[in-house]
């Protein structure tokens, strides 16, 4: 079993003090709950720690699963990416906010008319565009992240390699590219995303 510097810091942290509330595991580590958030779900589901409420984590044992989380991770990101919510980069502000909160997803991926990728737009990025009074006409081009900027991954690459990315660069999505077409975004991985996958393997 593989885990993180920081997920063996968290068992130890428990198995000294169980049981322990996840607020006081991320002031001991000098973190916030936030930031330990998929490092617990990992941990519960794998039944390393479990959660009891109202009364905090305790330490369960080491993972006696036949799949261990490293083989659950070793699988291509093309196999679990979903879609990517592409918006022309004529959009207004205004029409990317509509479309983030119809859609309900965590960011837009902005293309040119050969739907090549040209930027990127979180939640965070509309959020404080949101402040202009002229979002209705002021395009998306403006607040955008720029491609080449944006953080990728390979639609081969091991989706160790992405939850690593997107761990370390503090970043909720990755667009997935094609290697003989590094323009062309086909699919995008989420923090969400491999959350879900890993609770539906744990489950079967």
Known sequence: MELSKRQLAIIEIVKKNQPISGEKIAEILGLSRATLRNDFSILTMTDVLQARPKVGYVYAGPLNQSETLKELLTIPVKEIMIPPLNIPQESTIYDAITTLFMYDVGSLYVVNDRHELVGLLSRKDLL?????KMIDITPVTVVMTRFP???TCFEEDLLLTAAEKLRTLHV???PVIKKDNSNIAVGKITKTRIHDYLIEKVKE
């Open 128 to 132: 404080r565009a949101s402040l202009n």
């Open 149 to 151: 900027q944006i953080s």
């Open 172 to 174: 909720d999505s990755l």
